[in-house]
């Protein structure tokens, strides 16, 4: 019970940002974008603690390292947890300004949350076992959307932020690959 703490953190820091967005808007419509923004920016950490997580034990073979990566799943269903947060509170955004048209259902937005409640439904040791080695491209498919989506270029401060910390992340994967492939030289499967 104790190594999921992680999905309950991602839960509470979802409900915290959820609240504060709430708490400090002057009118509803400005709360809710709050929320919305805050819930986002709330997962991202979430997001990085799993990506990185195995790159990290490969990289930095120490007892934490180890401990995270066996608890990946755990940080992983904590950011989903904060994320589809962020969906309900972006929903609510945009329902009350009247901002759903039909073609909104085609968005890379939806297609990211449909990727990550699959992962989310596939978070198993039965599933991995059902889908095989399709489990990993999944999974490994849908870590790398989201850090495109969070990594994306921006001009704010808080997106240029992101992007740096993507592109951190990005390169301790490589580094990973990188020291693996170097062990096992027939290895040459994508970080």
Same mark, same amino acid.
């Given at each position: 019970?104790?190594?999921?703490?992680?999905?309950?953190?991602? %839960?509470?820091? !979802?409900?915290?940002?959820?609240?504060? !967005?709430?708490?400090?808007? =002057?009118?509803? @419509?400005?709360?809710?974008?709050?929320?919305?923004?805050? /819930?986002?920016?709330?997962?991202?950490?979430?997001? %990085?603690?799993?990506?990185?997580?195995?790159?990290?034990?490969?990289?930095?073979? #120490?007892?934490?390292?180890? *401990?995270?990566?066996?608890?990946?799943?755990?940080?992983?269903?904590?950011?989903?947890?904060?994320?589809? &947060?962020?969906?309900?509170?972006?929903?609510?955004?945009?329902?009350? &300004? @009247?901002?759903?048209? $039909?073609?909104?259902?085609?968005? $890379?937005?939806?297609?990211?949350?449909?990727?990550?409640?699959?992962?989310?439904?596939? =978070?198993?040791?039965?599933?991995? *076992?059902?889908? !095989?080695?399709?489990? #990993?491209?999944?999974?490994?498919?849908?870590?790398? +959307?989201?850090?495109? &989506?969070?990594?994306? $270029? !921006? /001009?704010?401060?808080?997106? &240029? +932020?992101?992007?740096?910390?993507?592109?951190?992340?990005?390169?301790?994967?490589?580094?990973?690959?990188? #020291? /693996?492939?170097? #062990?096992?030289?027939?290895?040459?499967?994508?970080?």
């Amino acid at each position: 019970m104790l190594k999921r703490w992680p999905t309950g953190l991602g %839960i509470v820091t !979802g409900l915290i940002a959820l609240s504060f !967005g709430l708490l400090c808007g =002057s009118m509803p @419509d400005e709360k809710w974008q709050l929320a919305a923004r805050w /819930t986002g920016r709330a997962s991202f950490p979430l997001f %990085i603690i799993t990506f990185v997580a195995s790159s990290l034990a490969t990289l930095f073979p #120490k007892p934490w390292t180890r *401990r995270l990566l066996q608890r990946r799943r755990w940080w992983g269903l904590g950011f989903a947890a904060c994320f589809f &947060i962020h969906l309900f509170a972006l929903c609510v955004y945009n329902w009350r &300004i @009247d901002n759903f048209p $039909p073609t909104s259902l085609l968005s $890379p937005g939806v297609l990211a949350y449909t990727l990550l409640l699959a992962m989310v439904l596939t =978070s198993n040791a039965t599933s991995q *076992r059902v889908l !095989g080695h399709r489990w #990993k491209w999944l999974h490994r498919s849908g870590m790398w +959307v989201f850090l495109l &989506i969070f990594g994306r $270029p !921006g /001009t704010s401060l808080v997106a &240029i +932020v992101y992007m740096l910390v993507s592109l951190a992340a990005l390169s301790l994967r490589l580094a990973a690959w990188w #020291k /693996t492939r170097q #062990k096992h030289p027939r290895s040459l499967s994508a970080p």
